[in-house]
C-alpha cells in the first residue's frame, strides 16, 4: 500500500465522484431512499415492536435499513461500470501503470462515501424520531455497514466486468439479493422465526453482520456476537476485492 | 522498439455444448525498430486487435515472447504501459465527462503532475485542434474530434511508442484525411515510433514507412508498400488493340515480360480489345515491349498501367482479396469490446441455464 497507490485511487475516485455529483437525479435518490424508509416504513414498526422483542422502533429498525441501504445501494455500482467499460474507459485505465486494485478501490470509495452520506442521514433522522444508541454503537454500526457495502460493491463490479451486459447481469443480482433480503433479517429478526428457519439463516454471512449491527446500536452487543459480525464483513470484504481486483486485471475481452 | 516472437493467443469459444478453441493470433513475428511508421494490415477477424492488446499488456499471450520499448511485456508490463500510448478503437473517455478532465486525470495515472498535465493537455488540445473543447461533453463532441481526443489521451504522457487501433473507422472522408495528418505529425513533429493497425489500404499505403500484413492469425508479408507491390504483384498493363488478328501477337509479346499465372491471378488475358497482364516495374519494360510491336507492325490503340494496390498484394499472398476475406470473416478473433461481448454474455446464461 504505497502512497502511489493511494494516490491512485484518490484520481479515480475524484473523477467517479464527478460525474456522480453532475447526476443531480442519483445524488436526490441516494439522499431519498433513506429518508422515504424511515419515514414510510417505520411506522409500521411501531405497533408491532414488543411482538419483535424490542422496546423501540427505531432502534430496532435503523440498524436493518442501515444494512439494506449498504448491501443494495452496493450491489447496483457495478451497472454505471458497463457502460464505462462500454465507451473504453475500462481500457483507457487499464493501458496506465496505475494499479489494477487502485482501479477498484477508487470506485470503492465512491460508492462507500455516498453510503457514508446515506448512513449520516438515516441516523441522523433516527435519533431525531426518537431512536436510542450510543454514539460509540452508532459508529461501529457504520463502519461494519461501510465494510459489507465495500464488499458488495466490489462484487458488483467484478460480476459488471464479468458479464459486460446489464441483461445478463441484473438477473444475476437479482437471485443473489433474494436470499440476502429473506435470510439476513433486515426487515424482521430471524429469532422470531420457526427453528428451522433459525437454523437455516445462520448460514448466511449477512445475517451475522446485521445481529452485530443491530446488537451494537442496542447497546448490549456481546464479544461473540461482534466477532462473527466482524469477522464475516472483513472476510467479504478482502475476498471480494481480491475478486474484483483479478477481473480488473483481466478483463478478457 | 517491438520485437515479438511467437506469439499465441487462443480463446475458447462456446456454440451450444460444443467448446472450440480458436487461434486468433497464431505465431507472430513482429520487429518495429524505432523512429519506424508501421501499418498493421488485414481484414476483421485477422488478430489485429488481439496481436495489438498482447503488445499494449492488456491480455497476456498464451504463448511466444515479445519486448516493447525495452521491456517484457509479460515479466515488466507496467515498465511497458508507463512507455507507450495507446488510442483504441472503441473509444477512451467517458461521454459524460469533461474533455479537459479526462485527459488530466488520465495523464494523472502515468504519475504526472497536475500542472503538467494541464499544461501539456492544453498544447495538445491546441496541436489536435480542439481548442475551446477542453470543458465540452465528449457525447457533444463529432466523431473526428472525438478520436483527436482519444489521441491527446494517447499522448499525454508523452509515450515514445504509439500504438493507434483502427484510428479513422467510422470517420467521414474529409475527418479522416485531417486525421491523417494528425497521425503523420506523430512522427514528424515528436519522433515518435508508431504502430497503427487498419483495413484501410489506401490508410496503410498513406500512412506507413512499412507494412505488415497479417491473415487468419499469421504473418503474411513485411515490407515497403513499394516492396510488397513490385515483389508480388507488378502493374497492370492494359493494351487495347482494335484489329482482332493482331491480339494474339500482343498476347504473346505482353505474356514475354509479363508474370505466369498463380495463386488467385490469372496470366495474360484477352477481354475485348483489351490484352491485359501483370509486368513487374512496368515502366521500365514497357518501351522495349512496345519497340518489339511496332517491329511487328501491330498497331496500338491505348495503353494504359495501374500501379498495383495493396488488394493485389493481398490476393497473392492469400489467394483472396480483402474484401472476400471481409466479407467471409464472421469469426469473432478480432476482438473490440463489442464483438467480445456474445462469447462472454452467451456463457454466462448457458451457466444460468
Known amino acids: 500500500m504505497t502512497a502511489t497507490f493511494w494516490r491512485e485511487s484518490w484520481i479515480i475516485c475524484r473523477r467517479q465522484l464527478r460525474t456522480a455529483l453532475r447526476n443531480p437525479a442519483w445524488v436526490l435518490i441516494g439522499i431519498f431512499q433513506p429518508i422515504l424508509y424511515l419515514f414510510l416504513f417505520g411506522p409500521l414498526l411501531k405497533p408491532l415492536v414488543a411482538q419483535l422483542g424490542a422496546t423501540n422502533a427505531y432502534t430496532f429498525f435503523v440498524p436493518g435499513m442501515l444494512v439494506q441501504l449498504g448491501i443494495f445501494g452496493a450491489f447496483f455500482a457495478g451497472f454505471s461500470l458497463i457502460g464505462e467499460w462500454r465507451e473504453g474507459v475500462i481500457e483507457a485505465e487499464r493501458v496506465t501503470p496505475a494499479s489494477r486494485t487502485a482501479l477498484l478501490v477508487g470506485r470503492l470509495g465512491r460508492d462507500m462515501l455516498q453510503l457514508l452520506v446515506q448512513a449520516l442521514i438515516l441516523i441522523g433522522l433516527g435519533w431525531v424520531l426518537g431512536m436510542q444508541a450510543p454514539l460509540s454503537g452508532a459508529v461501529l454500526g457504520i463502519l461494519l455497514t461501510l465494510a459489507i457495502g465495500g464488499a458488495c460493491a466490489a462484487a458488483s463490479n467484478a460480476l459488471a466486468l464479468t458479464t459486460k451486459s446489464e441483461d445478463v447481469m441484473a438477473p444475476v443480482v437479482n437471485v443473489v439479493m433474494m436470499p440476502v433480503l429473506l435470510l439476513s433479517g433486515i426487515l424482521l429478526p430471524m429469532t422470531i422465526g420457526p427453528p428451522w428457519l433459525v437454523e437455516f439463516s445462520k448460514f448466511m454471512p449477512v445475517r451475522h453482520i446485521v445481529d452485530a449491527v443491530r446488537s451494537a446500536f442496542a447497546g448490549h452487543a456481546s464479544l461473540d456476537t461482534m466477532f462473527w459480525g466482524s469477522a464475516w464483513a472483513a472476510l467479504l470484504l478482502v475476498a471480494a476485492v481480491w475478486w474484483g481486483t483479478a477481473t480488473f486485471r483481466k478483463e478478457n475481452a | ?353
Open chain 2, 1 to 353: 522498439m517491438i520485437h515479438a516472437r511467437g506469439l499465441v493467443q487462443t480463446f475458447h469459444t462456446r456454440q451450444g455444448k460444443k467448446k472450440t478453441e480458436v487461434r486468433a493470433v497464431d505465431g507472430v513475428d513482429l520487429d518495429v525498430a524505432e523512429g519506424e511508421v508501421v501499418g498493421f494490415l488485414g481484414p476483421n477477424g485477422a488478430g489485429k486487435t488481439t496481436t495489438l492488446r498482447m503488445l499494449t499488456t492488456l491480455i497476456k499471450p498464451t504463448a511466444g515472447t515479445a519486448t516493447v520499448a525495452g521491456r517484457d511485456i509479460v515479466r515488466e508490463p507496467v515498465e511497458v504501459r508507463k512507455r507507450i500510448g495507446y488510442v483504441s478503437q472503441s473509444g477512451s473517455t467517458f461521454s459524460s465527462a469533461r474533455a479537459g478532465e479526462e485527459v488530466m486525470d488520465h495523464g494523472m495515472l502515468y504519475g504526472r503532475t497536475k500542472a503538467q498535465v494541464e499544461k501539456r493537455g492544453k498544447e495538445l488540445f491546441a496541436e489536435l485542434q480542439l481548442d475551446g473543447l477542453w470543458e465540452r461533453m465528449p457525447k457533444t463532441m463529432s466523431g473526428g474530434q472525438k478520436r483527436r481526443l482519444d489521441i491527446a489521451m494517447g499522448l499525454i504522457h508523452d509515450p515514445t511508442l504509439v500504438f493507434l487501433d483502427e484510428p479513422t473507422t467510422g470517420l467521414d472522408p474529409q475527418a479522416r484525411a485531417n486525421l491523417w495528418t494528425h497521425i503523420a505529425d506523430l512522427r514528424t513533429r515528436r519522433g515518435a515510433t508508431v504502430f497503427i493497425t487498419t483495413h484501410y489500404l489506401d490508410e496503410a499505403d498513406a500512412l506507413s514507412d512499412r507494412i505488415v500484413i497479417i491473415d487468419r492469425g499469421r504473418i503474411v508479408a513485411a515490407d515497403t508498400s513499394e516492396n510488397l507491390k513490385a515483389q508480388v504483384s507488378g502493374d497492370l498493363v492494359s493494351l487495347e488493340v482494335a484489329d482482332p488478328a493482331a491480339r494474339t501477337t500482343v498476347a504473346e509479346k505482353l505474356g514475354s515480360i509479363a508474370e505466369p499465372p498463380r495463386h488467385g491471378l490469372p496470366g495474360v488475358q484477352i477481354e475485348g480489345v483489351h490484352v491485359r497482364g501483370r509486368v513487374q516495374r512496368a515502366g521500365r519494360a514497357l518501351p522495349g515491349l512496345l519497340a518489339s510491336l511496332h517491329d511487328a507492325g501491330v498497331v496500338l490503340d491505348a495503353i494504359e498501367v495501374h500501379r498495383p494496390t495493396l488488394d493485389d498484394v493481398f490476393l497473392t499472398l492469400t489467394g483472396r482479396s480483402l474484401r472476400d476475406a471481409e466479407a467471409g470473416g464472421e469469426d469473432g478473433a478480432d476482438d473490440g469490446p463489442a464483438s467480445a461481448d456474445p462469447t462472454t454474455s452467451d456463457e454466462m446464461k448457458g451457466a444460468l441455464r
